[in-house]
């Protein structure tokens, strides 16, 4: 039992020691500069069994989110390169687990801070890590002033496709269902159709629509939107 907290005193040591390697004295020199940028990675590795993953709610976050420099853009190219690729993925991950769509830049979303370990990312991170998603087809910014973010966990196509693979195993071809029944009725409880942001979903319907697989119809209120699939 010693030998246990022991050894999680000296992983902790370490840590606090990387964290130093973080401020700007540590970085004056360009020895511990070069120290710092080539060995950031590697060191996380090593540690990252050594730290209990952390959660949001039941979401389990990467052990890089314990790790303070990956709250800081990397002056590197290679390292920021696989920083932005993490942060990518994190984003994704999270925002399918809790169905998130909509990302505000100056709101509190929940993966812009760790207080665990008193990091939040900067303004420039924030727009750094949506717009390699947004190159990446998986977001778009839904105003001009690139203050919020729709988030594109299944693209437009595979969301059409998730709609058809419903519809089938429903055995709806050839019936019709309001545009809120497909993401908020009973029977798509329980599926990705369920709470999905409604100009996604429309989005989705209307390349169906182009396709022939169905026709969307119009009622006397935003509400009462019609889908007659023909698949």
Known sequence: MLGK??????ERTKFEKLKILNTPVALHSSRQSLFYRSNIFESERNLKNSWDMQKLGEFKLPHFFNYPPYFTLQPVRDTREKQVQLWKELIIEYCRAQKVFIIGLEEDFPLFSNHAIERSLSHEARVAFLSALVSDGRAEWTDK?????????????????LIVHFVKENGLEDNVMTVEEIRSGTESRGTELYGIDRSVLMRALKLLEHKGKLVIFKGTSTDDEGVKFSL
């Open 145 to 161: 002033g690139h203050k919020k973010c729709l988030i594109l966990w299944h693209r437009i196509q595979e969301w059409a496709d």
């Open 5 to 10: 907290e022991k050894k999680k005193k000296e």
